[in-house]
């Protein structure tokens, strides 16, 4: 017998999941991340004008960092929807 969910619940139940592989998903991705190695010649002003520091988001590293930030924002969204509907449903 299925049993007849109200649709709150049902899209609390689906935020849920979602919140799980969006943690997931952002955990692989800082995980694949290579760690800042400026280290204190960037605030000498070492680092310079370069080809490289100029184009640095179209770089693999840049689209990670970029997916990292999408993927944070949907992780803070999706929890506070989260919380609101949790209030709802009490």
Do not use: H
């Amino acid at each position: 017998m299925l049993a007849i969910m109200s649709p709150a619940l049902l899209i609390f139940k689906i935020l849920k999941v979602l919140l799980i592989v969006v943690s997931v998903a952002l955990v692989v991705v800082v995980l694949m991340q290579e760690g800042n190695s400026g280290g204190l010649g960037a605030v000498a002003g070492a680092a310079g004008e370069s080809y490289v520091s100029k184009n640095k988001s179209r770089t693999p590293e840049g689209r990670k960092r970029t997916v990292t930030k999408i993927l944070g924002a949907a992780f803070v969204v999706i929890a506070i929807v989260m919380n609101v509907l949790a209030k709802i449903l009490a």
